[in-house]
């Protein structure tokens, strides 16, 4: 029997825990770093399954390590499993992990077999927490030949636009006062971030149309009548490279400084570190295509959908070859981080991506294993 049939044989035998495994996560949603349910069911399913596993990596508690195999290639699945607030798994993280879990214990069966080492690794808080940033520097990736997952959206995707972003976070101090009896002692620090916004609506003029800005306000003050004292904001920027949104970053932080100018109050502002663009690996991208075409996919002109965000598996992709293509749940109108995205994630379509998406995984990583070129050349990478 040729690996792909017995991988494929073993996702088929693995289906009802794969998907109990997705809507169960589905159900009990954790913010990053918090995931501490999704990383122990994610840990015991891949123990049972024969891996070998290790919680808690890196100094990360919701990150983890489980490993198969004694072959030279070393291939990597990044399960994610971290939730959005208030809308829950809407970024269908769900599906990741469990098609991640479901391409591991496939490869597993055939690891040796293609002398391939297989590692599916825990990768906590991509929703702006950095969590493959941070396992990147900590040596998570040290020895991997080449990282593979694949992420639901409305499409699927080979090569999706995944652009690099910066996420900080803006304090302004001001002076309280009462708005009514004494507002020429106050220094509002709640006019500071509107004027930085107006800034930054003006500036929009002046960028890239595939540049972003956007964020929200998280503190605006406390009474109608008291002079804000502290008001804070959440922001992002977004540009095609990590070069581009660090130059857009600068533009982007005089808008700020302009709005602690005019008004008096001072600005603090806490970077969070960057991630990314994508650079997705061409010879694996064209092994998944063949392998989710086999399967039935069709695929998207990817110059139509256009951008579609940004992920931390970027700052891998830079040191590692990776892919992260889009499976699509043909939900549209409904779109990543609605409600109506995270139904579609344990529907029919959110199911069947799961299952379809662990098998052209596992079956493009046994392309790999058995192309000599590109096996070549990921093995002399390291």
């Known amino acids: 029997m040729d690996a ?13 825990d794969l998907l109990a495994l997705s809507h169960r996560i589905h159900a009990h949603p954790e913010l990053g770093f918090q995931e501490v349910q999704a990383a122990a ?16 990596v890196y100094d990360l508690p919701t990150a983890f390590m489980a490993r198969a195999g004694h072959g030279p290639l070393h291939v990597a699945l990044c399960a994610e499993y971290d939730a959005l ?42 929703e702006g927490g950095a969590g493959k940033v941070l396992l990147l520097e900590r040596g998570a990736f040290d020895g991997i030949h080449a990282v593979a997952m694949v992420h639901p959206t ?8 995944l652009i690099s972003s910066r996420r900080f976070e803006v304090e302004y101090t001001g002076k309280g006062a009462h708005a009514a009896m004494a507002p ?5 620090a709640a006019d500071a971030l509107t004027l930085a916004q107006v800034a930054l609506g003006l500036l929009r003029q002046h960028i890239r149309p595939t540049d972003r800005m ?13 002079i804000p004292a502290h008001a804070a904001g959440s922001f992002i920027v977004r540009s095609r490279t990590l070069e581009g949104s660090e130059a857009l970053y600068e533009r982007v932080e005089r808008c700020f400084q302009a709005g602690s100018l005019a ?32 399967l039935g996919r069709v695929f998207s002109d990817p110059s139509v959908v256009g951008t579609l965000g940004s992920t931390d598996i970027g700052n891998v992709s830079r ?10 749940l043909g939900c549209l109108p409904a779109v990543n981080h609605q409600p109506e995205f995270a139904a579609a994630c344990v529907g029919e379509a959110g199911d069947r991506a799961v299952l379809d998406g662990a098998t052209a995984l596992a079956w493009t990583l046994i392309d790999a294993a058995g192309d000599p070129s590109l096996r070549g050349r990921l093995l002399q990478r390291l």
């Not at 792909?4 to 009802?16: D, M, S, V, W």
């Not at 069966?109 to 590692?119: C, E, I, K, M, S």
């Not at 409305?154 to 636009?161: A, G, K, N, Q, Y």
């Not at 690996?281 to 989710?292: E, I, M, S, V």
Request: aromatic share 4%; charged share 20%.
């Open 214 to 226: 956007h964020g929200i306000v998280t503190n605006g003050g406390e009474a109608a009548n008291i």
């Open 41 to 56: 069911w994610l840990t015991e399913a891949l123990s049972g399954m024969g891996f070998q596993v290790t919680a808690g």
């Open 319 to 328: 040191v590692v070859p990776t892919i992260q293509p889009m499976i699509g």
């Open 4 to 16: 792909k049939t017995t991988a494929r044989e073993r996702i088929e035998e693995l289906q009802g």
């Open 184 to 188: 020429e002692v106050g220094i509002n």
């Open 85 to 126: 607030p208030s809308i829950g798994h809407a970024c269908g993280h769900n599906i990741i992990a469990a098609a991640s879990v479901g391409a591991g214990a496939a490869l597993a069966r055939v690891a040796d077999q293609l002398g391939l080492t297989v590692t599916v690794i825990g990768t906590p808080a991509e």
């Open 154 to 161: 409305p499409w699927d995707l080979v090569e999706p636009e």
């Open 263 to 294: 008004t008096g109050a001072t600005l603090e502002i806490k970077k969070h570190k960057p991630y990314a663009e994508v650079r997705h690996d061409p010879d694996l991208a064209a092994h998944y295509r063949r392998n989710a075409e086999a």
